[in-house]
C-alpha cells in the first residue's frame, strides 16, 4: 500500500496563479508538485486544502499526495525546501489515513483579510494589504461582521463559476482588529464559497463607509442576490492562517 | 531664491541597485528624481541622507532638492506618490534652510539588521531577512555588540571603496533584540563606514557561534585589520530604521 503523505506549506501568493494548476501560468501546486516529483521520482498526484486565487497567500496550507518512496517525513520538509523558491515552504510532514484528503477532511479554516486605512502607501505591504485611503469605521465595520456569523446561505457574496451541491456554510466568527493603520478581518467558517471572504469583507467595508447599512446584511443574504452586497475586494490582501484537522496531521497546524 | 525642500521617503530596496544613480541600473534616487521632474517641470539635484547599497530598505529616508516651483510642501507626498512605484513612497515634505543638507546635516542614524534564525525560510521574509538556519547563542551575540559602542576607529570593520577622512565614529546603541525567530540587531551612530552595519552584525554573529570570542572584538577594532573581523552579511537583512536632524526636519522623523 502506497503511503498517504500531508505536507504543511507556507506561500506568498504574488507570483503565482493561485493554487491550482493552470495551462500555461505558474502556480504553487504545480511548483511544489513538480519539486516532489524530483524527490521521490515518481510522479505526484497532489490535493491541497482549497484554492486560492492569484495573488492571495497561505500562511498555512495542507496539500497530500500518496507514495512508494520510503523517504522519511522529517527529512521531506528540507529535501522539499532545497527545490522549491523561496517564495514557498514546507515546515512539516506526516502520515496520514488512506482516506486522509486535504481538502474533505478540513474541518475549518481562517482567512485574514489586511486592510491599510492610512493617507499613504506603505512600500513593505505592497502586495501585502489592501490600500484603502478613506478612513474606515471600525464601530460599524465591527457591526457589520457581526451579521454573518451563525448559519447562513451565503450565495448573495459568492461568485458564481464553481458547482457546490449547498450554498449554506456557517460562519464561527469574523472578528476586526486594529493595531495602527492596519485592520485585519478575520473570518472562520467550515467552508467558503468562491469568492466568499473577498465579497464578505468588500460588504463589511460598504457598511463601515455608509454606502450600506449594517443591519441591511441579514436581508442581503437572505436575498441570495450577489447585487446587493458590496464588492469583492482584491486578492492581495488575503492571506489563508490557519486550517483545522483531526489527528495527527490536526497536530501540524497548532 | 529658490526654496530648498526635504522629503522624508520610505523603500523597499529588493527591486533596486541600491540609492545612488548609477549608469545602467534602476535606482531609487533615479527614480524619485525622474517623478519629482515631471511634478515640478524643471531639473532636479536630489541629495540623500546616505547610500544604501542594493537590496537594503529605508523605513525612514531624507531626500532634499531646491526648487524655483510653488508647489505646497502638503501637496508634495501626493503628488509623488501618483508617480512613484508602489515599493517607495513619500510621507512628509517641509522647506528647509537654504544651507540643510540630508546627509550632512544628519545627527545619528539607526539601521537595524533582521536575522531569521529558524531551520525553515519564511517566505513573508524572502529579501527581507537574512536566513540562517544554525542556531544563534543570544548571550554571546549580546556580549559582542557591547564591544562596539563608544567612540572607536571603525577601519575593521568597514569595506574599503569610499574616501573618507576618519574612520572614527560613535556607536551609541547597538540592541539584539529577539521576538520568536527573528532576531533584530539595532545600531545607532553618529555616522557608518561602508559596509560598516554589515560588517558589524557579521563579527557579532561569528562571536554569536564560536568562531571569535566577543572580547576579541575590541582587539579586531585596535587592529584595524578588516581580515580579523566577521564577513559582511547579505543586504536584504538591513533596514535604515531612524534618522534624527535639528530642527523642523527633525519634527518630520519623529
Redesign the interface.
Known sequence: MRRNIAIRL???GTAYHGWQIQKSEITVQETVKTALEKILKEPVVLTGCGRTDAGV?A?MYCADFKTNSAIPCDRL?FAL?ALLP??????DACEVPQDFNSILSCRKKEYTYRILNSS?????L???AYFYPSPLDITRLKKAVEKFVGTHDFAAVRSVGSNVKSTVRTVYYFDVEKNGDIISLRVCANGFLYNMARAMVGTVIYASIGKLEPEDISKILESGDRCLAGPTVPPHGLYLTKIWYDGAVGNMFK
Open positions: 507556507s506561500y506568498l497567500h500562511e520538509p525546501n523561496g517564495d514557498i515552504v514546507a515546515t499613504f502607501r506603505n512600500p513593505f505592497k502586495d501585502r
